[in-house]
């Protein structure tokens, strides 16, 4: 029998002040069938289910051994991926492919401070060519090591050759006096001696 002033909630099982309900106009007590807290706990299920339900939609499910990046949106095998122990599933959120794009986008940026976009500009106005050797591929970013003024754009050969020059113009004419053969090239003097050039 009905007690005036209480309420049945049949989800937690338990005879309440009708206070703890909600009001719903469409029932003929003008209350939720259950009481506030319960209610509470079915949304909160409902809106996680939801929310599962579209990620699923948006990303189906994939096999084990395979994870979406969240990069490229591609599944890929876990080999693919770099470890990340503070991770759930142990690896990283992007696949290496685009850690590496992003990682180059941020050395670039940091260090030369150009974008990819502005590489790319400063490479059409090379002709798409190495500005030393006229012939390979620029893809290592020269700058001066005393300003870190970006310089140009050469293939890797030729920015290690600065390198090891050190970037002093002095040796790198005194080399290419070498190797055209006008500095070391000994002069021959008598029957067995060569004088070698100031």
Not at 7 to 14: F, T
Not at 58 to 81: A, D, I, M, Q, Y
Not at 160 to 177: E, S
Request: glycine letters at 8%; one cysteine or more; a positive charge.
């Amino acid at each position: 029998m009905p007690v005036e002033g209480v309420k049945w909630c049949p989800r937690c099982k338990a005879s309440l002040p009708r206070e703890a309900f909600g009001r719903h106009r469409g029932r003929d007590d003008g209350l939720q069938d259950w009481c506030r807290p319960c209610a509470r706990e079915y949304a909160k299920q409902w809106d996680k289910r939801k929310r599962q339900e579209r990620r699923e939609l948006k990303n189906p499910p994939v096999s084990l051994g395979f994870k979406r990046c969240r990069g490229c949106g591609e599944t890929k095998p876990h080999s693919e991926w770099h470890r990340n122990a503070a991770a759930p599933d142990g690896l990283s959120t992007r696949c290496k492919a685009c850690k590496a794009v992003a990682g180059r986008a941020g050395h670039l940026q940091r260090k030369y401070g150009l974008t990819e976009a502005e590489l790319r500009e400063l490479v059409e106005q090379q002709g798409r060519v190495c500005v030393i050797c006229l012939a390979a591929v620029p893809e290592h970013v020269d700058h001066d090591h005393a300003t870190g003024v970006v310089r140009g754009v050469l293939c890797f050969s030729c920015n290690a050759a600065l390198g090891q020059f050190k970037d002093r113009p002095d040796v790198m004419r005194r080399a290419a006096a070498y190797v055209e053969g006008n500095v070391w090239k000994p002069t021959l003097v008598a029957s067995g001696v060569y004088q070698l050039p100031s």
